[in-house]
């Protein structure tokens, strides 16, 4: 049966919900990597000349690294071993601030502290990375149930005893 040291929550966010959104991300990047790219900041039109391979190479590697973390997250958070699931969320926990420095450098302090002026991927980016550094923390700090070997989830039988 399927076994998760992370108590319900924290699994269903980190191992379910968020790979499938980095999946979704990563789908939308390869399938228009133009658009993604430029999505990034907004208020800044990218012009053809802007486009350059260097601009696609970046784009399509930040693509695969999103889709490198889906896979990541699933094997993470569904490990029975609490040292693993601990590990991987201080890792991105770690991760989540740079990633929300990137996008304030990329969009500055005026849309940064402007919700009005977010796109999805702006959003994404601001508000989506800090509730998700949030949840992380709580998880790490034990807020949300404790994380340990032998602990969590039995999601099969779980779902059998409630039917």
């Known amino acids: 049966m399927p076994r998760s040291t992370l108590p319900t929550i924290p699994l269903v966010v980190f191992g379910i919900i968020e790979p499938i959104l980095l999946v979704i991300a990563y789908i939308t990047a390869m399938s228009n990597p133009r658009q993604y790219f430029a999505d990034q900041s907004p208020s800044f039109a990218v012009a053809q000349n802007q486009w350059t391979p260097q601009a696609l190479g970046m784009t399509l590697q930040m693509a695969n690294v999103l889709l490198l973390l889906a896979p990541l997250a699933v094997v993470a958070c569904w490990s029975r071993d609490a040292n693993t699931a601990r590990g991987f969320l201080f890792c991105v926990a770690l991760a989540d601030f740079g990633h929300i420095y990137a996008t304030y450098a990329a969009v500055g302090p005026a849309i940064f502290w402007d919700y009005?002026?977010?796109?999805?991927?702006?959003?994404?980016?601001?508000?989506?990375?800090?509730?998700?550094?949030?949840?992380?923390?709580?998880?790490?700090?034990?807020?949300?149930?404790?994380v340990e070997d032998g602990e969590g989830v039995v999601v099969a039988k779980d779902l059998k005893k409630r039917a």
């Open 116 to 146: 009005r002026g977010w796109n999805g991927a702006v959003g994404g980016n601001i508000a989506g990375s800090a509730v998700l550094n949030v949840l992380r923390w709580m998880t790490l700090f034990g807020v949300l149930g404790k």
